[in-house]
């Protein structure tokens, strides 16, 4: 997925163009209209979304009209979805995945002598915080 795609996605005055074109098409005067900003900056949000490929558009006569490239935004959905359904891996022993160095450094790091096992990660670094021999 291209970075502009995000960036025309992110902005919610463009997010709000792209619910109004995926009903139907509109000429930048409507668009101005309908989503009550002014007609310079419908054309520069119209821009921004041509750019990266989520709208085209369409010469009638003097007038060009934009509708959503509905395969385009099935693609990035798709993409989406693909990152939300993916299934996180197991870190694994000695290092978790992590080159040495790096795993020496991460502050999440709690030496195996200490860890306690079948206890979620914020009791594990609660128990490291409390001074030793102090039990409640």
Known sequence: ??????????????????QLMSERGYCVCALAR?????????????KVLREAGLVTGIKKGYYTHYCLDKDVLGTVISELEQIRDARCKPCNEPYYGCPESE?????SYVPPEKRNNGQHASQTALMLLKPEGKEK
Do not use: N
């Open 103 to 107: 795993y020496l450094r991460c502050k």
């Open 1 to 18: 997925m291209d970075a502009k795609i995000l960036k025309a996605l992110g902005e919610p005055k463009r997010f709000l163009l792209l």
């Open 34 to 46: 309908k989503s009550r900003l002014s007609e310079s900056a419908v054309s520069q949000h119209l």
